[in-house]
């Protein structure tokens, strides 16, 4: 098992039953000090103190278990606004917001995700419905609808 490996393993389990939900982990960096990067969720999103708890109890677990050679730094983050969509629980977590899903061979699909299950996806359009299997994934992720124009400059006269 190498490192980034045995590394998830160690914090899937170090989070386990908290209060916040594992999402991803990076191990990342070619010199001296390697960065560890956890991501964590929970509905609603996380806090700084949520990520701030979640450093203690995952730094606790590596350090316990020493799994990286030499010094790293570990950071705990949300998954941002616009976040990945890998699995069939974070597409649950998504469902009713607005998604960008990459497929094999196909443009971009966006729209609203109305279901996920153990087969896959439906994105609603506005041409309709359109399933699609975990398989033909290639990239998904939440879509923050910003409003008003895109330089969030305001519409009609200054004073």
């Known amino acids: 098992m190498n490192v980034a490996d045995?590394?998830?393993e160690i914090v899937e389990?170090?989070?386990?039953?908290?209060?916040v939900e594992f999402v991803d982990v990076t191990?990342?960096?070619q010199g001296s000090v390697k960065i560890v990067t956890v991501t964590v969720d929970k509905p609603g999103g996380v806090t700084v103190d949520d990520c701030a708890a979640a450093s203690n109890v995952v730094g606790a677990a590596l350090e316990d278990e020493d799994p990286i050679r030499g010094r790293y730094r570990l950071d705990v983050q949300s998954p941002g606004l616009e976040r990945p969509l890998r699995t069939e629980a974070e597409f649950g977590r998504a469902l009713g917001t607005k998604?960008?899903?990459k497929r094999h061979g196909h443009a971009p699909l966006v729209g609203t995700l109305a279901s996920a299950d153990g087969r896959g996806i439906e994105v609603a359009t506005g041409d309709g419905a359109v399933a699609v299997g975990y398989d033909e994934v290639v990239r998904a992720r939440t879509v923050l609808d910003w409003g008003g124009n895109a330089r969030g400059k305001k519409r009609g006269k200054t004073r």
């Not at 389990?13 to 209060?19: F, K």
């Open 27 to 29: 191990v990342s960096g």
């Open 13 to 19: 389990r170090a989070l386990e039953g908290g209060d």
């Open 99 to 101: 998604v960008s899903v």
């Open 6 to 8: 045995r590394v998830r």
